[in-house]
């Protein structure tokens, strides 16, 4: 009796369970679905929050900000040639530093275009979304001008010193000065000439 009781039991489950085969199919599938496309949804929405446009607006904003704080022909300058030249003070003779987006502060000797060595700064940008570590490039170029201006000493002993020619090929540098120097007579400007001063050869 009990054998007959227990085969009946099973022989009822079995059936139950193909009964219920196709809706446990279904909720698999639509339980799988439903993550794919709450997935596809978290990605959709990544992609319409991202903004293609997002880099050229920080970028215009960047320079806006940098044209009002420095001088005209400092502007024009950037805006012209990519880069900034700083005049260096801590020494008797004449010396300067080219600043250019996301490369080191490159130091030269004016007159002869000697290049002295690569200052290497960062200014991570630490608001940006997606992981950005990189500032725009004026934003870039301005905060390595006022840190520099402000206080160049500062900025010399806390950065990496590195050998000329490291990142910023020698012959681009060279390049660069002598457009500054034509850019320079084609506007007839004496305020950016170095000033010729007696000593030694700045210790950088």
Not at 76 to 91: A, D, H, K, P
Request: proline letters at 5%; one cysteine or more.
């Amino acid at each position: 009796m009990a054998l007959a009781l227990g085969t009946a039991a099973l022989m009822l489950m079995s059936s139950l369970l193909v009964l219920a085969l196709p809706y446990l199919r279904r909720s698999i599938e639509l339980t799988r679905l439903g993550l794919s496309e709450r997935a596809d949804h978290k990605r959709f929405a990544l992609v319409e929050e991202y903004d293609p446009g997002r880099e050229l607006r920080a970028e215009q904003r960047a320079r806006a900000l940098l044209r009002s704080c420095v001088n005209e022909e400092d502007w024009s300058m950037y805006s012209e040639l990519g880069f900034l030249r700083v005049w260096g003070t801590l020494e008797a003779q004449p010396y300067g530093y080219l600043i250019y987006p996301h490369k080191p502060i490159l130091a030269y000797v004016p007159f002869t275009n000697h290049m002295l060595g690569e200052y290497c700064v960062e200014f991570p940008d630490r608001t940006r979304p997606f992981g950005s570590t990189r500032l725009p490039d004026s934003d870039d170029v301005l905060a390595k001008w006022i840190a520099l201006t402000a206080d160049e000493r500062a900025l010399i002993e806390q950065a990496n010193m590195h050998l000329a020619g490291r990142q910023i090929r020698i012959a681009k540098a060279r390049r660069d000065l002598l457009c500054l120097a034509c850019w320079e007579r084609e506007r007839g400007e004496s305020r950016g000439r170095a000033p010729r001063r007696a000593g030694s050869v700045p210790a950088l």
